[in-house]
């Protein structure tokens, strides 16, 4: 009895903890967005009062359009790579979803090797690749090496979900003469909409995010993204924390309305796999 009394309070008071533990650095870049810069560091707590849009319009207003050309690439880098790594991914997962063939479970063990190495392990190899083939410093090389690093989570999460789609409604639409090329398109891949969401949103999430690719990929004279140029945006002896905060959240705000836009078929993306395998 005292055990589930316990419990009763126990874990309502770790989930506010929890919760309080990620909504802290939210709140502390909210109100420093509309506070003076000058306000930021003598209390980084408190309420901006009044609040203002200096900092957001510094952002723009920067001689070097650092958020501007950051936010373009980025744009281009997320986009390109989750469109090109949703259509390999969907493809190669049905592939390895369907196949008994030896070659099919080689293939399966490469891509889980593959989610086992961290990306600054091969970051060396990757950079001496890209040389070769006159692709380091470009926004190609970039996506690429988006594309080549997570290419195995997309397959493993498109596996799982074409699993639970049934085999007869291809073998009907090959009765009826369609090619395999025609059944995946038409009939597979439009009923992987919520695996196609999941994939688009984990991986535009994790590339947008991704500070040490594009650090290195694009070097210091090539270009930059949005986190990168919050990297930049900080000064060797000064820095102007109210544009900082300010980078961060108009950072923020397009990979946010992203995942908004697609939050409908995110669980059901990733649960679908557990239905039928």
Partial sequence: MTDARTHTWLRPLVAVFVGAVFFLPLYLMLVNVFKPGEEILPDPAGLPLPPTLENISGVF????????????NSIAVTALSITILTVLSAMLGHYLARSTRVFA?????T???????????????MTSVLKAFDLMATLQGLVLVN?????PFGVLLFMGFVKSVPRELEEAAELDGAS????????VFPLLRPASASVLIFLGVWIWNDFLTPLIVLGPDSGTTVTVGVYRAIGQYESDFGDLFAF???ATLPILIFYLALQKNFVKGLTGGAVKG
């Fill in 147 to 151: 594309v080549g690093y997570y290419v």
């Fill in 180 to 187: 395999k090329v025609r059944v995946f398109w038409q009939v």
């Fill in 111 to 125: 891509l889980l090797c593959g989610l086992m190495i961290p990306i600054p392990v091969i970051l060396s190899p």
């Fill in 248 to 250: 961060m959240f108009l």
């Fill in 61 to 72: 207003a920067r001689e070097d359009n650092l958020f501007t050309f950051g936010l373009v």
């Fill in 105 to 109: 479970k080689v293939l399966l063990v």
